[in-house]
């Protein structure tokens, strides 16, 4: 069994953060009710990334005890975790300008167009189906693979279990679907249309590349032919990720 690993599980950082996200989460409930329609969304995105990050950690310390430690809420110490802040910054930048009484007279001087202040049903619903759908996928795929699950690339053979059931059944990669299904429902209740076309670019791209770089050490160090015949069997079904073959010459188990 592994020993607990006190320093790497700071209660003290683990309370605080926990302390924040919920305030974060509990003052925006209330703003939500009390601000302008077009401020509304906003609270919602602070809400659903607050949730996002005590989701990460709360299901790491179930489902993976062994390697929950107190970067597990996914805010920082994790490749990544900077780009992400960034683009959370920005979408809520790009919400603001985009609904801003300047971006409100140049759209209808420009080009006669009247951008709406009102909240747009239609896109507040769909988006926030497509982040919750896909946090929800996240948490099944963490639930499934146990132990098996970590945030970061394995690249050693330590015996793992190829989990092939549950989720594992329809996707090979259905932390990586979530995730993608999460930052583009978020850019779509906020009505971030560029934001969108950039979340899409930069996370396909990086799971693409991602994906390449893991798919190798599992075929060659780690499953061999076992996850190659699942790889043919089961797709990623992640939008715009196109993932070449591995071709079985390459294994080296």
């Keep these: 069994m592994t020993s607990y690993r006190p320093e790497r599980n700071p209660l003290h950082v683990i309370a605080g953060t926990s302390l924040v996200l919920g305030v974060i989460c509990g003052t925006s409930?209330?703003?939500?009710?009390?601000?302008?329609?077009?401020?509304?969304?906003?609270?919602?995105?602070?809400?659903?990334?607050?949730?996002?990050?005590?989701?990460?950690?709360?299901?790491?310390?179930?489902?993976?005890?062994?390697?929950?430690?107190?970067?597990?809420?996914?805010?920082?110490?994790?490749?990544?975790?900077?780009?992400?802040?960034?683009?959370?910054?920005?979408?809520?930048?790009?919400?603001?300008?985009?609904?801003?009484?300047?971006?409100?007279?140049?759209?209808?001087?420009?080009?006669?167009?009247?951008?709406?202040?009102?909240?747009n049903w239609v896109a507040l619903c769909l988006g926030l189906m497509l982040a919750v759908s896909g946090l929800s996928i996240r948490f099944q795929a963490m639930k499934t693979c146990g132990e098996s699950f970590s945030h970061d690339i394995e690249t050693i053979n330590r015996n793992q279990e190829l989990v092939t059931t549950g989720i594992y059944k329809y996707s090979r990669h259905p932390s990586y679907l979530g995730f993608w299904m999460f930052a583009a429902g978020c850019q779509v209740y906020l009505e971030n249309w560029i934001g969108l076309v950039l979340n899409i670019t930069i996370l396909s791209v990086f799971f693409k590349k991602r994906i390449e770089f893991e798919e190798w050490f599992l075929v060659n160090r780690i499953f061999g032919d076992e996850y190659l015949q699942y790889r043919k069997r089961v797709g990623t079904w992640i939008p715009f990720v196109v993932v070449p073959d591995i071709e079985s010459k390459d294994i080296q188990r």
């Design 29 to 119: 409930a209330l703003l939500i009710s009390q601000c302008r329609p077009k401020y509304k969304p906003i609270f919602l995105h602070l809400i659903v990334l607050s949730i996002y990050h005590l989701n990460e950690f709360n299901s790491t310390a179930r489902f993976q005890p062994t390697r929950v430690h107190s970067n597990s809420f996914l805010i920082t110490g994790n490749k990544g975790n900077k780009e992400f802040l960034f683009m959370q910054f920005f979408a809520i930048f790009e919400r603001l300008v985009s609904k801003s009484s300047m971006a409100y007279r140049f759209f209808d001087n420009a080009f006669q167009f009247k951008i709406s202040k009102e909240i």
